[in-house]
């Protein structure tokens, strides 16, 4: 998003001004003037409240890893832990099949 600097906000507010001032010297209408100068002041107002905006959001503290953390505990049943049963699987081979190492390659 392109974001119009303050400083060319300010300048735009002193021609308008200006504009204004000379309009009431001579006696002309202000009402375009006057109005130009409402919505650059509305402008700085809506760009410092999306700046204040910002700047409150603020991202939350970040909270590291202790060593502590890391360290392996015992689990116990009130922690909310859940034990792990091992399961006895039925044999993949019939019987006497059985091969005499994991090796992919044994035939």
């Known amino acids: 998003m392109n974001e119009i600097s303050s400083d060319l906000v300010l300048q735009k507010m002193r021609e308008a001004l200006n504009q204004l001032e000379n309009a009431v010297e001579q006696g002309e209408d202000t009402t375009e003037s006057a109005q130009a100068l409402k919505t650059y002041s509305e402008l700085m107002i809506e760009a410092g409240k999306s700046r204040g905006a ?3 959001k ?3 503290p970040v ?7 890391l360290e392996k505990k015992p689990a116990s049943p009130e922690g909310g832990h859940k034990q792990t049963v091992q399961k006895e ?3 993949i081979y019939d019987h006497g099949d059985e091969p005499e190492s994991d090796s992919l390659l044994d035939f």
């Open 63 to 69: 909270q590291h890893a202790q060593i502590s953390d």
């Open 58 to 60: 603020a991202a939350p």
């Open 54 to 56: 910002r700047q409150q």
């Open 89 to 91: 699987r039925p044999p």
